[in-house]
């Protein structure tokens, strides 16, 4: 899936959007773009936002000129720009609803509108909310930093999951966590030192993930292993676990094949326990499916997004890899999945985690909901080291909320085995083992009693015979 939610921006700081057909606008115009064909005409579009979700400028690149990369592009047309809210265009990773943006001479597409730019009364200028990490696409990026803000309060995923409650047995230490993304900020303390230099297979010659520019990674890695800071409820799943950080190239949401099969090898090379992709994974391709297989039959766990009910069908997945969807407060999922392709489901909305430098960040998406289970995972291996790629996946299925209401000759073909349960699958008793001592009898025990009784006599006995 592509990735999600950049910025969000009350309502009221927003006005609609004005009609492409010019309808009723206000008085004032906007600058001019510098591009302007004779007569004012150029082609331009509205951001939009759809359930909290505000467009990224990439994606609009993808959706209107076929190519991700083109984004610095409508960047460059737009710079300076002031918008409907009163704010000028000034950084390509922050964007707001109803903004509106000129675009290249080619963009196409039913979003696309042409003719004289809408006319608005531009407004007050508000404070822009903190930026929210995103995948960017292959190329240049803009680096983010996050503010030093903190959410207030537990947040809502950590409540529903409670994954203190499963720390029982440990915290995911001696787990090593494979987050092949866009890098780690490897300074961050909630991360404590536990950050190894890992790979940007992206750049290729060696060099490190150990850091990060959009700020994606950076997030996934917190929800996975965060450790208690002061200032702050917020915390990951597995606090104790490592994090190996994998940088890959990602184009309109997806992963890069090759890029994927190499860091899956070099995950594999790293003995990690688990392995996730933020990005979507893309399964039409014979080398990524065989990776993971591979990855699976060297012992590592993998943890992907479930596919989009869009994207083309792809091969089965190999056991040992979980395919996770996202859900809000609400349980409703947060987009359409490919029928059955759906193993178990996690927070996916308003998720809090670690930002670039400092500071907390928001985000929302299937991408935000794979590293809780991939924490999970962790948590689950580390609780029991003689655990399989394979076991560890089936352990967190077979505890997850929908099988353990006993529907298992029911899996849901949206919501696949349910809810995460951490304290249900650390807890969870391995397959064969009985407790023997809870199940003897009274009567078993007295006459294991009276034969303990008996062989102690009989040892009096013979000391007695043997004295001279």
Not at 96 to 120: H, K
Request: net charge neutral; with cysteine.
């Amino acid at each position: 899936m592509a990735p999600t939610v950049v910025v969000a921006v009350p309502a009221a700081a927003t006005p609609a959007p004005a009609s492409p057909a010019g309808g009723d606008a206000p008085a004032a115009t906007a600058a001019p773009a510098r591009d302007a064909p004779p007569g004012g005409f150029v082609k331009y579009v509205v951001v939009r936002a759809d359930q909290g979700r505000v467009d990224h400028l990439w994606e609009i690149a993808l959706r209107v000129l076929g190519d991700a990369q083109r984004y610095l592009e409508i960047f460059a047309l737009n710079k300076g720009r002031v918008q409907p809210d009163g704010t000028p265009v000034t950084d390509p990773g922050v964007l707001r609803p109803g903004w509106i943006l000129v675009l290249p001479w080619d963009a196409v597409g039913a979003e696309v509108g042409y003719g004289p730019l809408p006319v608005f009364s531009p407004g007050s200028p508000t404070p822009s909310p903190d930026v929210r990490p995103t995948v960017a696409p292959n190329g240049d990026v803009v680096c983010t930093v996050a503010s030093r803000r903190r959410v207030s309060g537990v947040p809502w995923a950590q409540l529903r999951l409670t994954p203190e409650v499963a720390w029982t047995r440990g915290r995911g230490a001696g787990v090593a966590v494979a987050v092949i993304d866009s890098g780690v900020d490897g300074t961050l303390p909630a991360l404590g030192g536990r950050v190894r230099p890992g790979a940007d297979v992206a750049a290729g010659g060696g060099a490190r993930g150990d850091r990060d520019c959009t700020g994606h990674g950076t997030a996934m890695a917190g929800i996975v292993a965060a450790a208690a800071q002061r200032g702050t409820d917020f915390v990951g799943v597995a606090p104790e676990a490592t994090i190996v950080p994998v940088r890959i190239g990602v184009s309109g949401g997806v992963a890069d094949s090759a890029d994927l099969v190499t860091a899956l090898r070099l995950a594999a090379a790293e003995r990690v326990g688990v392995a996730m992709v933020g990005a979507s994974v893309d399964t039409t391709d014979k080398r990524v499916v065989a990776a993971l297989r591979a990855a699976v039959d060297r012992g590592t766990t993998v943890v992907v997004a479930a596919p989009a009910a869009t994207a083309a069908k792809g091969a089965g997945m190999p056991e040992g890899v979980l395919r996770v969807g996202a859900v809000g407060p609400d349980d409703r999922l947060t987009e359409v999945y490919r029928p059955g392709e759906v193993d178990v489901v996690a927070p996916g909305v308003d998720v809090v985690s670690l930002g670039i430098g400092s500071g907390e960040v928001e985000g929302s998406g299937t991408d935000y909901a794979v590293p809780f289970v991939a924490g999970l995972v962790a948590l689950v291996r580390s609780s029991e080291p003689r655990l399989g790629a394979a076991e560890a996946a089936a352990r967190v299925m077979a505890t997850a909320d929908g099988a353990a209401a006993g529907a298992r000759s029911q899996r849901d073909r949206e919501y696949g085995w349910g809810m995460i349960n951490p304290a249900a699958a650390v807890k969870a008793r391995p397959a064969g083992t009985v407790a023997t001592v809870e199940r003897r009898s009274p009567a078993g025990a007295i006459a294991a009693l009276v034969a303990i009784l008996a062989l102690a006599a009989l040892a009096v006995g013979l000391r007695l015979r043997r004295r001279p």
